[in-house]
Nanobody
Framework: QVQLVESGGGLVQAGGSLRLSCAASGRTFSSIFMGWFRQAPGKEREFVAA????????RYGDSVKDRFTISRDNAKSTASLQMSMLKPEDTAVYYC????????????????WGQGTQVTVSS
């Protein structure tokens, strides 16, 4: 079992930055793949980014590439998502997720989920 708790969401103006964090517990953090997803009202859950256990490999969704950066600190059992050049269309609930193996981009590949944190970008 893995428990995930997101933090860092809020309201930010377009063009601004925000950093989300995901604190994990319950399993050796350094052995699990971490992902970030988001879901806007009326839309499907969308892949944002994923990172391998060592942090050496990452993947990004096309809509956030070159603006968002995923990272992790295995010593602190946390994963982070640095978001820059935010746009109103980035407004969504952001979720962190975990799985045992593979940098997958589909939500149904992930076994554990946090409760989500709201990010609102005003124009």
């Amino acid at each position: 079992q893995v428990q995930l708790v997101e933090s860092g969401g809020g309201l930010v103006q377009a063009g601004g930055s925000l950093r989300l964090s995901c604190a994990a517990s319950g399993r050796t953090f350094s052995s699990i793949f971490m992902g970030w997803f988001r879901q806007a009202p009326g839309k499907e859950r969308e892949f944002v980014a994923a990172i391998s256990p060592s942090g050496a490999s990452t993947r990004y969704g096309d809509s956030v590439k070159d603006r968002f950066t995923i990272s992790r600190d295995n010593a602190k059992s946390t994963a982070s998502l640095q978001m820059s050049m935010l746009k109103p269309e980035d407004t969504a609930v952001y979720y962190c997720a975990a799985r045992s193996g593979g940098l997958y981009t589909t939500p149904n590949r992930y076994d554990y989920w946090g409760q989500g944190t709201q990010v609102t970008v005003s124009s």
